[in-house]
């Protein structure tokens, strides 16, 4: 589903156009529930103190666990994880359990944190704000670190995927 052209989409477009936004996957467990997404919208917002921005899709399967969650796990993916990014960002959680098919472990807020990125980042959302169509959440990293891939995946990388639900 391609949304319709909106009034600015000219204003915002030249911009747009030549960025090459880094991916990373988020992830969120709340109710007995697990679930994770590809996102494109994601930059730490503030220094002192530390805080990260990432913002998902009303669409996406992840976004009510995620507004239900406690905290948030977010996974910057290494130049070669075009599979990985095929999982999190083509199939849905809606009808496949993404989770049995890449390493994983329990975060300090419960998040899944994916063994194999470039680097990752944990913790307690603090603030949600409604966007438009993505919800961005506030999160203060309480955890991270490096994984064992290089460089980052970004989005002219896989600007070719069909997204498991609309952005």
């Known amino acids: 589903m391609v949304p319709e052209n909106h009034p600015n989409d000219a204003a915002v477009d030249p911009m747009v156009d030549r960025l090459d936004y880094p991916l990373f996957v988020v992830t969120a467990a709340a109710g007995g529930e697990m679930s994770g997404c590809l996102v494109g919208f994601a930059t730490q917002c503030s220094i002192d103190p530390p805080r990260f921005l990432v913002c998902v899709s009303k669409e996406n399967h992840t976004y009510p666990v995620a507004l239900a969650a406690p905290g948030l796990a977010v996974h910057l993916l290494g130049a070669d994880q075009v599979e990985l990014a095929r999982l999190f960002g083509e199939l849905t959680g809606d009808t496949v359990d993404k989770f049995a098919a890449v390493a994983w472990r329990a975060g300090l807020t419960g998040a899944p ?16 704000h409604d966007l438009g169509d993505h919800v961005g959440f506030i999160v203060e990293p309480a955890a991270g670190g490096s994984g064992g891939r290089s460089g980052e995946l970004t989005l002219r990388r896989v600007g070719h995927l069909d997204a498991g639900h609309p952005a």
């Open 113 to 128: 944190v994916l063994a194999d990125c470039a680097a990752y980042l944990e913790g307690p959302v603090r603030s949600r």
